[in-house]
């Protein structure tokens, strides 16, 4: 059978991790043609956490990104869809515009700290919510979020967001 070099290929399927079943992000690395665990817990939240961080450093390199995603079911190892933490590539927002240096420079710094604050705040509650690759009107909605809401207000959504993403009991 004879492959078209045009045509990408994906990798075989990631090998079943060894141990007791528990949660596993499976990276391909290309370079070896070979998997390796990249992030695992008894908790499938940080996992994905973990596969949405990593995918935008491996896309930020310029990479493709190839993850196999196990967990445990009914004692046994099985394969799960990463997604959504493994969502298609998003062109990273432009950041907040320069400040026109008209304000005192020690405020300025402040003002800053907290809006990147209220911005890990939400982007905290998103992640539990299982949204970690954001398009990029969810950054400019993000931003909006962060420049015209007080904190408490962006702690309340986020709580909202990281309960939607709670397993239901």
Not at 136 to 152: F, G, I, K, N, Y
């Amino acid at each position: 059978m004879q492959t078209d070099p045009d045509r990408p290929t994906r990798p075989s399927r990631s090998p079943r991790p060894p141990g007791e079943p528990r949660w596993v992000a499976m990276f391909h690395d290309p370079a070896s043609d070979s998997w390796r665990p990249a992030a695992q817990s008894p908790d499938r939240t940080p996992v994905l956490y973990a596969i949405g961080e990593m995918t935008q450093v491996v896309r930020a390199r310029g990479d493709e990104v190839t993850v196999d995603l196990w967990g445990p079911r009914d004692g046994a190892w099985e394969r799960f869809d990463p997604s959504p933490a493994v969502a298609p590539a998003a062109p990273q927002a432009a950041g907040p515009p320069p400040a026109d240096g008209t304000a005192r420079p020690g405020h300025a710094r402040h003002t800053e700290r907290m809006e990147d604050r209220r911005h890990q705040v939400l982007m905290a509650g998103l992640g539990k919510a299982g949204l970690f690759d954001l398009a990029p009107d969810d950054e400019a909605a993000v931003r909006t979020l962060v420049d015209r809401v007080d904190e408490a207000t962006l702690r309340r959504v986020a709580h909202w967001l990281a309960r939607s993403g709670a397993p239901v009991e």
